[in-house]
């Protein structure tokens, strides 16, 4: 079977699959939006608010990672813009291709409206990612329309080709951003951001370093309410997942999304633990031991390099720190 013919099969069993679901979604996508409105959606107002943006592999991986921090910006007003830089359109064991991809789309459509943020996905396919002129174009600019005060993405030591590419794609957009002759037809930043990478426990070339941690306890249960409206990817199991995942009545779905919701608790418990002494640092001790769940970002080398005083102005949702 070539290449091709896989690919048609894996939209004939989407297909099938969606129509033996219910997934009526896919048939009824919302139409894009106007140019109009398109353009309101890449640049947010000039308000004095923060803008961030964070890009994520695919149509999941933002929301896992920053997903409780996003909550915290735009509980206080900022701005938060989440990029899927692929479609997914092969994240799942019985659909592919397009309609795979809408459905995908949909889903962080909706977790968006959770969180309260913008949410974009590239017309890249799943698994294809690669670190190109043509792609470091597309971040650069996607970083200059957000007129973006922190970039976050995955460090460029990643288990998955994508994460991995985002990671060199973001780097190599650190200095590009400010260049005025590159892109020129999206104007240049006139402050270079600081940029971030998110969390993760790969040890080689070099561990993660939680230089921000986050709290996120009090958002957690609306993270979590993003997350399982992923369901392609938590509640069904993504590429990895099996017909069994599959729930057949509301009973079963909502024991499946609980457990999705306790299996991503002991994730966000894990990290905590794991960045405990920063969450000491930054809470101070009595309130950092306290932290149950967080999320950790680390300062990438390339960008602006804040002070302590500055990544509490970044992120504002920290305590300040006890007057000496």
């Known amino acids: 079977m070539t290449r091709w013919q896989w690919y048609a099969c894996g939209i004939l069993s989407g297909l099938i699959l969606a129509g033996s ?62 990029v899927s830089v692929t479609n997914g359109d092969i994240g799942h064991w019985a659909a592919a291709g397009g309609p795979l991809a809408l459905r995908r789309a949909a ?7 959770v969180l309260g943020i913008t949410t974009e996905v590239l017309d890249i396919h799943d698994g294809e990612l690669e670190p190109t002129l043509e792609n470091r174009r597309t971040l650069t600019r996607l970083i200059r329309r957000w007129n973006a005060d922190i970039v976050i993405g995955h460090r460029p030591n990643d288990y998955h080709p994508d994460h991995r590419y985002v990671g060199v794609l973001m780097q190599d957009s650190a200095f590009m951003v400010s260049v005025p002759f590159f892109c020129p037809d999206a104007p240049p930043l006139r402050k270079n951001p600081v940029f971030l ?23 957690l249960d609306r993270k979590l309410d ?15 997942g099996n017909s069994k995942l599959v729930p057949a009545n509301d009973a079963e779905r909502q024991t499946r999304s609980q457990q999705v919701r306790d299996g991503f608790k002991r994730r966000f418990a894990y990290i905590a633990d794991r960045c405990r002494e920063k969450l000491l640092e930054l809470y101070g001790p009595e309130d950092g031991k306290q932290v149950r769940y967080a999320e950790a970002f680390e300062i990438c080398e390339y960008g602006r390099q804040p002070t302590k005083d500055e990544l509490r ?7 300040k720190p006890a007057a000496r």
Not at 40 to 64: N, Q, S, V
Not at 202 to 218: E, M
Not at 313 to 319: E, G, T
């Open 226 to 240: 993003a997350l399982v409206a992923i369901e392609s990817q938590f509640v069904e199991g993504g590429a990895l």
């Open 197 to 219: 990478y998110s969390y993760d426990n790969f040890q080689r070339p070099n561990p993660f370093r939680p230089d921000v941690a986050v709290a996120i306890d009090s958002v």
């Open 21 to 82: 679901l219910g997934f009526a979604q896919l048939a009824t996508t919302p139409a894009a939006p106007t140019p109009a409105a398109a353009a309101a959606e890449k640049t947010p107002p000039d308000d004095g608010r923060l803008r961030i943006i964070e890009f994520g592999a695919h149509p999941d991986d933002a929301e896992i990672r920053a997903g409780g921090a996003a909550l915290l910006w735009s509980d206080l007003g900022h701005h938060v813009k989440f």
């Open 107 to 113: 889903e962080v459509r909706q977790a968006a409206r």
């Open 313 to 319: 102005q970044l992120f504002p949702f920290l305590p």
